[in-house]
């Protein structure tokens, strides 16, 4: 059953889907637009190029004639993902889902109009014209996103009209690819935003991780914790959602589905058709399988009978603060590995840049995960970067 698999995508995401493959038995090519990322360093092989150049695409796909092709990141031509999945290789977790959740716009019209389910109300605009039209409708405060983005890049509240200009030039300029569009989008006062990873199986029933909470800053998260204490009653709400969305999209692999939680309920926010970066906290042993390990069995089509929490878990992140050309060394792994239930993964990139993730500490254990995201939060900064 070995498969060959071409990974789009070659962050620590990436890095960790690659070992959960190969503890399977896989072959993996990881893919990325620089050498030496993380997920380079783990792989059987690895390919550099612009994943928006389509037919360099063609050209490694003719190249290593892979099995499944499995998108990790927002700025692929994703597009050609028909062609591929016609000529017999398995799209993760399927053509169609791919290309409509690499682009907000496809993903939000999807859930709001053909799916029908709770969301913020929304515009998009092309031109600074038209985005101060979309956000006098939407009204202020708003959320304002890139279509195509990642890792909270161009993303922005505005407060004030005199924020309005500075957001849209922050959200250009965050764009990846060469999407140049934004949607505005109503501000919903939630009381806690949760991260519901869903699992598609190719035949199995759809399945739901208990939920994660998380932590944001400029639109990229800072702490996770799993389980999210919440009611039943929108528990069961979002994963009735986020089952709806799953299967319109089709396709086997796990899914980060993410909502605002308010008293009303649950509102759909996003999606994202593979690993997602709170689910991290599953490396802390928080479930019998991690989020990588149930993605690496529902693309292969293996079984995955159910989903158990086994204990409290949190994650908190390192970032850098400045940019640096070389990999940076870290002081204070013996000091946050001194204490009990505690672990650190160092993702290996090979630069550095201001606010880019580096590493997560992850803590678990019996105590709330309220307390278990502090400590994690409080040994990450016992974490000093040291650069080159």
């Not at 690659?18 to 092989?45: C, F, H, K, W």
């Not at 939407?138 to 005199?162: D, R, W, Y």
């Not at 993964?345 to 678990?364: D, E, S």
Request: aromatic share 8%.
């Amino acid at each position: 059953m070995q498969k060959k698999i071409l990974l789009l995508g070659s962050g620590e995401l990436g890095k960790e889907v690659v070992i959960a493959l190969q503890r399977l038995g896989q072959t993996v090519i990881a893919v990325d637009s620089y050498e030496n990322a993380p997920a380079m360093q783990v792989a059987d092989g690895f390919e550099v190029i612009n994943m928006l150049d389509g037919d360099a695409l063609d050209r490694i796909v003719a190249k290593h004639q892979p099995d499944l092709i499995v998108p990790e990141i927002e700025a692929i031509r994703t597009e050609r993902f028909y062609d591929y999945e016609a000529q017999g290789i398995q799209v993760v977790p399927s053509a169609k889902a791919a290309n409509f959740t690499m682009n907000r716009k496809a993903i939000r019209d999807l859930a709001a109009i053909e799916v029908g389910v709770k969301t913020a109300k929304y515009k998009y605009a092309t031109t600074l014209e038209g985005f101060r039209e979309a956000v006098a409708e939407i009204g202020i405060p708003c959320v304002v996103k890139p279509l195509m983005s990642s890792s909270g890049k161009g993303q922005s509240v505005i407060k004030t009209e005199a924020e309005i200009d500075q957001a849209w030039t922050y959200a250009i300029e965050g764009s990846r690819g060469d999407l140049k569009e934004v949607i505005v989008e109503e501000f919903i006062k939630f009381d806690y935003e949760i991260t519901l990873l869903t699992v598609t199986q190719q035949n199995g029933p759809t399945l739901f991780c208990p939920p994660i909470g998380h932590r944001q800053e400029r639109g990229d998260y800072q702490e996770s914790w799993q389980p999210m204490p919440m009611t039943d009653a929108h528990l069961k709400e979002a994963q009735e959602m986020a089952g709806k969305v799953t299967q319109a999209l089709g396709g086997a692999g796990i899914w980060g589905v993410e909502f605002f939680i308010t008293q009303d309920g649950a509102y759909f926010s996003e999606l994202s058709p593979r690993p997602h970066d709170t689910g991290m906290v599953t490396l802390a042993g928080t479930q019998n399988l991690s989020e990588f390990e149930l993605h690496a069995r529902a693309i292969l089509g293996l079984p995955i009978p159910m989903v158990e929490l086994f204990r409290n878990g949190a994650s908190a992140v390192i970032l850098a603060d400045r940019e640096s050309d070389k990999a940076p060394q870290f002081d204070g792994l013996a000091t946050v590995l001194s204490q009990p239930q505690t672990d650190i993964r160092l993702f290996g990139k090979p630069t550095t840049r201001p606010y880019r993730r580096m590493g997560v500490v992850l803590t678990y254990g019996t105590d709330s995960a309220s307390l278990l995201t502090e400590k994690a939060k409080a040994l990450a900064g016992e974490i000093t970067i040291v650069y080159q």
